[in-house]
């Protein structure tokens, strides 16, 4: 039996109130964590495969729960430009060119980048999911891919029949968990997404929807429909199922209260809603009363990185300026939500999101042994507000190894740069 | 004669209006910058030690334009605290304790780290600030120090002259481009400014000092002197001196007005304002009103590093959101913030700040051959919005080369943060 011990490190279980445990050990068994704590209670493990974890953190592997991995293609490509010219003559543009393979190689090469900085799990919603999964497998990573549901497309049923087959094919596959994308509400009638909530519910499959992102989708349900996105989607029964909610920016009190009972896991994209300018989801809020928050790049043309670092940076210091508090969103929540809570807020508390026994084995190891992360007073701040994705050492999905010191065990980086340097080429040129 | 030329790079001369060169060249003779182009303009070289820059962007080095660097020791010491508790219980009373060989250690390890992150030139204002500056000559980095003259203090006076003695030894050492400091226009008496003008302008020596950090900061002014900050600086004649002026987030119309006419340089530190809730500096009027600004980390205590490319991140992204322009603060800018501008802010314009004929050889070289900088539609871009300080492959100042892949070629870097780490532990327990 496969068996290894991560040893001598500092372990963070992120179990809720746990402490970090200096001379700790994680020790796998083929996919699963079999323990997680001090040494002084670890299991024997004669036969494991040993690695010195001396000033690291072992933790559990991070959980970015909303991307479009292959915009990783567009990274750079529009930048600093209003929302309707950067989507109507840069992005769509570009993207009604993609074909299959591009969307191979660009979800690649992102998933090369989280790989790298300590992402074991991803949720992606993109056109030609099917290549975006096939490269998920390849590379090792976990992910929670959806299709790309659009109301106004004349074939939007029959992409609804492909995405059901592609859940009922997927679902129980290592490391894939799929789900239905239905894109957002203002681009989904209220009969599609009945539809998807129909199969999503027959299928016990979750839904990956984008969810007031900007003022003007709030503004325009009010118009068009009378009631908020969520009350929407409630109104719908689309809350009454698994769903993972993108984005969340712009939420009345009464959307807060539907979205913490309905137990809807919130993606929140800090980075995206900044550059984008789209504006300061209430994340101190949520937490108060109780949602379910997850991290998310969202996809590259709008971030520019896969970097859930950086989003733990941001969502620690960003909502204690707009509330002028300076308590709001303590660096324990932060690692929280790209951890422990993103993982529930996908469906997946049971499975992954903490180093506990029966897990399943995602796990970072971050080495701070370096100039940035020296003194070691407080090992939950040094990971959101100094380390960088770079200080990840070793990323492990269900056991395995998959990264580890500059090397991706399963993927030629520099063939991957440049398929995708060459699609991109093509795409906008 | 010692000649290097940097080749097959990427080569941002950040001056103004520059395109990025492809296929460039960089040759720098001694200290100096002696070419700076494409290949095809450039020199022969026969005997220069040959630097390969494929795939590289090369730029001039970064400029942290305001830090307490020795506060390193304190990182993750105290965080997500409200303001009086943090510096009355935290950091005031851990300071206190500080010896002259604590600061040299704890800004050794800042500029570790620093070097290691591109930046060539910091502003620091701290305590011991000889042992300082003792460790960025040992470290080979480019600092403009300066005490910090607090007016309470008992023996303000004798400080004062103990920095002018300073100031005038250090002038004219290589690398060494030293300050006076007060610390605040609060923490001192208009007598105390109007003295430390008279020293500047007698020595032709800047002033770095913090500025309207905080809403009760100008609030108390206005209250005591019925003038703002800045308006009580332009009224002491402290802006008729070369000024950096550190956080400036609470300015007025007017205060904005002085600070162009004057010419003052001001030292924005985002990631620090965020973090403490200090507010949001308005970046994009004093940009388009002509402010020259640069941009700083502060001390790692509220930060919590030394990371230019957070800066320059956090100066793109955070002002889009405020303003709801997501064309604010376009990556040019922030890239030249940290640069050029950051220069000119500490009155170093003429030698440092772009990659130009005589100037002195500050760079920077970025290795974008790594998945999160591809594909390389626009290397502006990727440096501001997706590259991190660990993608700097080699750092030189003033034409020696200080950090190349990993290895600080000055610094034993164990002993380093060994030091530091023994040094906080001291201070600390």
Redesign the interface.
Known sequence: MSVLRLEHGIVLTMEPGAAPVTDGVVVIEREKIRFAGAAAQAPGTPDAEKVDCTGCVILPGLVNSHTHVAM??????A?????QP?LEEKIWPTEMKLKPEDVYWGAL??I??ML??GVTCFSDMYHFFREGTEAAVEGGIRVCPSGVLLGFLPNAGDLLGEAREFVAEMQGQPRVHPMFGPHAPYTCPDALLERVVAHAAELQAPIHIHVSETRKEVEDSLKEYGETPVQRLARLGVLDQQVSAAHCVHLTHEDRAILVEKGTGIAHCG?S????????APIPQLLAEGAVLGLGTDG?AS?????MF?EM?LA???S??V??????V??EAALAMATREGARSLGLGEKIGTLTAGKQADVAVVDC?R??L??????V??LV??A???DVIMTIVAGEIVYREGILERVD?AE??AK??EA??RL?S
């Open positions: 990783t293609l567009l990274r750079g490509f930048d600093d430009m209003h929302l950067w090469l992102g090369c980048e790298r900085g980075g809603n900044l550059k984008l300018a789209s504006g300061f590259c971030n520019n990185n896969l970097d950086e940076l620690g210091i960003v204690k300026c509330t002028g508090d300076p308590t709001a303590p660096a042994r100039p940035h020296q003194p070691l007073h407080n090992v701040s040094h507000y100094s960088r994705a770079d980086e991957v740069m995708a340097s991109a080429r906008t």
